[in-house]
T-cell receptor, first 113, second 115 residues
Framework: DTGVSQDPRHKITKRGQNVTFRCDPI?????LYWYRQTLGQGPEFLTY????????KSRLLSDRFSAERPKGSFSTLEIQRTEQGDSAMYLC???????????FGQGTRLTVV | QQQVKQSPQSLIVQKGGISIINCAYE??????FPWYQQFPGKGPALLIA?????SEKKEGRFTISFNKSAKQFSLHIMDSQPGDSATYFC??????????????FGKGTLLTVNP
């Protein structure tokens, strides 16, 4: 297993377009997290899944954002009607259910022009 | 409200020197404190972590010192090398009571180790 995988690595989109990112966690990890990181800041929690259930959403996750993990394996994060303020690195992390040790993917760098 | 405060914002150290990064937290429910290392364009990589029942943890050249009463913890990098040049983040989470273990990060410290 090569760790948490995210796709695409980079995405440039025009304001108002929809974008979707994918995350494949470490195979035996049933917890999956999405974070957002802006330039010069630490990652900020967006949402978390345990298996296929989305159990918590940050207030940072506006109604333009939606995340799914349909079969408890990979997850997608969709942003509708993108805004310039959405430009950031979107990071996915995974962990075992009873472990705080979270492992991050390489991230998807989103640029909204 | 910034729950984890990290300093300094940037740090320059000579090769072979000791790098020290400090963090302070506010939420007394936090009970797991990891440090992450991030290179440009990459995701954060877990470096070392500590729980509050110990005051120090060492792994190779990396040591965490923890002061529960002061709600502070620090990362020491001994014999710093140019390859250690990266951004370091402290973080905290609640590791008990059915917590979801979401991480609260500091703002990061950009470490530069000069050869």
């Amino acid at each position: 297993d090569t760790g948490v995988s995210q796709d695409p690595r980079h995405k440039i989109t025009k304001r108002g377009q929809n974008v979707t990112f994918r995350c494949d966690p470490i195979s035996e990890h049933n917890r999956l997290y999405w974070y957002r990181q802006t330039l010069g800041q630490g990652p900020e929690f967006l949402t978390y899944f345990q298996n296929e259930a989305q159990l918590e959403k940050s207030r940072l996750l506006s109604d333009r954002f939606s995340a799914e993990r349909p079969k408890g394996s990979f997850s997608t994060l969709e942003i509708q009607r993108t805004e310039q303020g959405d430009s950031a690195m979107y990071l996915c992390a995974s962990s075992l259910e009873d472990s705080p040790r979270a492992f991050f993917g390489q991230g998807t760098r989103l640029t909204v022009v | 409200q910034q729950q984890v405060k990290q300093s300094p914002q940037s740090l320059i150290v000579q090769k072979g020197g000791i790098s020290i990064i400090n963090c302070a937290y506010e939420n007394t429910a936090f009970d797991y404190f990891p440090w992450y290392q991030q290179f440009p364009g990459k995701g954060p990589a877990l470096l070392i972590a500590i729980r509050p029942d110990v005051s120090e943890k060492k792994e190779g050249r990396f040591t965490i010192s923890f002061n529960k009463s002061a709600k502070q913890f620090s990362l020491h990098i001994m014999d710093s090398q140019p390859g250690d040049s990266a951004t370091y983040f402290c973080a905290a989470t609640q590791n008990s009571g059915g917590s979801n273990y979401k991480l609260t990060f500091g703002k990061g410290t950009l470490l530069t180790v000069n050869p």
